[in-house]
């Protein structure tokens, strides 16, 4: 228990750019140790987009519940929280020496890893389907002012329609 708790405590500190950022850091984690199987990341995966909350919190969240019941959900929430709060604190205390330029190079780093989170993701792609509903995602969020939550709504029904029907 401790060791899925100490593995979420280390991902937050490396959650520069929120969850999506870290998701390919997350997966690597989660599979190598065995906490859960790849279809297992997907579906929570899934469904973390669509529940309320970050998907970093999400996911620790069911991990620790798949891994140790309540008492391993509650703990890998905590665990989420303890690099936000130690930065909040960190940067009260020395507000005034933190550089904007800090801040900005930052940004090079997150994007990084969210290309490196798409490539990832990319590599699991397995039927036509799955990149016909990730195209026709895109376009629809970059095309129209529909919300996004109603496109990934959009998107679970579709996956559904596919899988069981056609």
């Known amino acids: 228990m401790i060791k899925v708790f100490l593995t979420f405590v280390k991902i937050g500190f490396l959650a520069f750019g929120g969850g999506w950022s870290i998701i390919g850091i997350i997966q ?35 991990v620790g519940l ?6 391993g959900a509650i703990l890998n929430s905590l665990a989420v929280l303890v690099a936000p709060i130690t930065f909040t604190t960190l940067f009260f205390f020395f507000r005034n020496k933190i550089s904007n330029k800090l801040i900005s190079a930052l940004k090079f780093g997150v994007i990084f890893l969210i290309l490196l989170t798409i490539q990832s993701l990319a590599l699991h792609i397995e039927n036509f389907y799955q990149i016909l ?6 376009i629809l969020f970059i ?8 496109i990934i709504l959009l998107s679970g029904i579709l996956g559904i329609v596919f899988y069981k029907f056609l």
């Open 28 to 62: 690597n984690e989660v599979l190598s140790n065995n906490w859960l199987t790849p279809e297992q990341f997907k579906e929570i995966l899934s469904i973390a987009q669509m529940t309320p909350g970050p998907v970093f919190l999400n996911i620790a969240t069911y």
């Open 66 to 71: 798949k891994t140790f019941g309540l008492t």
């Open 133 to 138: 509903i990730t195209l026709l995602s895109l």
């Open 143 to 150: 095309k129209t002012k529909i919300d996004p939550i109603f």
